[in-house]
């Protein structure tokens, strides 16, 4: 009965997470729209720099602190990109059963300032049934975001689907996010 209401609660809870992220998704919506509307045509893109090339295909690299907004519940995570294509997120709330582990994975250019990131985690049970840390499954995050002009904040769209030890699907939910990049602060 405990473990039935612990997970009842975390289910809640990643259900209030995945509503806020549905917020983002209207947003990340228009800001695509806008996004290909500014893009140049093909022709365009080829007489770009190579060295701009090179530098926006490489500019999600680094440290972003993400949130959602317009929602009851708010969720913070961080997450980090290198610029050889890892991935790395982890956030608030990694305490409720079931828990999700931090997520590990992979990004890529896409186009302009749009990428794609695959984001995996384990999900388990942190207190039982014995044994503690049974593995309930795992999370597969399939997110696509868009920088800014300056660089420094992006918008994005996530899907989560939830995978039980054998593959089936448990859960799913979709939405959006907004990051803005960690920068290093001057010493006082």
């Known amino acids: 009965m405990r473990y039935r209401l612990r997970f009842t609660v975390s289910l809640v809870c990643l259900l209030a997470l995945l509503a806020v992220a549905a917020g983002w998704a209207a947003q990340a919506q228009e800001a695509t729209v806008e996004e290909q509307q500014t893009t140049p045509p093909i022709e365009s893109q080829a007489e770009t720099p190579p060295e701009h090339s090179e530098r926006e295909k490489k500019a999600l690299a680094g440290s972003w602190f993400c949130g959602n907004t317009g929602s009851v519940a708010s969720i913070k995570t961080l997450q980090a990109f290198t610029a050889d294509g890892r991935a790395f997120t982890t956030g608030q709330g990694d305490i409720v059963p079931p828990v999700l582990s931090p997520q590990f994975g992979s990004w890529e250019h896409l186009f302009g300032r749009t990428y794609a ?72």
Not at 131 to 156: C, H, M, R, W, Y
Not at 169 to 184: D, L, P, S
């Open 117 to 188: 990131i695959t984001l995996l985690s384990i999900v388990y049970d942190p207190q039982g049934p014995p044994p503690a840390g049974t593995f309930l499954g795992t999370a597969k995050i399939n997110e696509t975001v868009t920088l800014d002009q300056s660089g420094d904040k992006f918008k994005g769209h996530f899907k989560f689907v939830q995978l039980d030890p054998a593959g089936k699907v448990q859960f799913t939910n979709e939405g959006t996010f907004q990051c803005a990049r960690i920068k290093v602060a001057p010493r006082e």
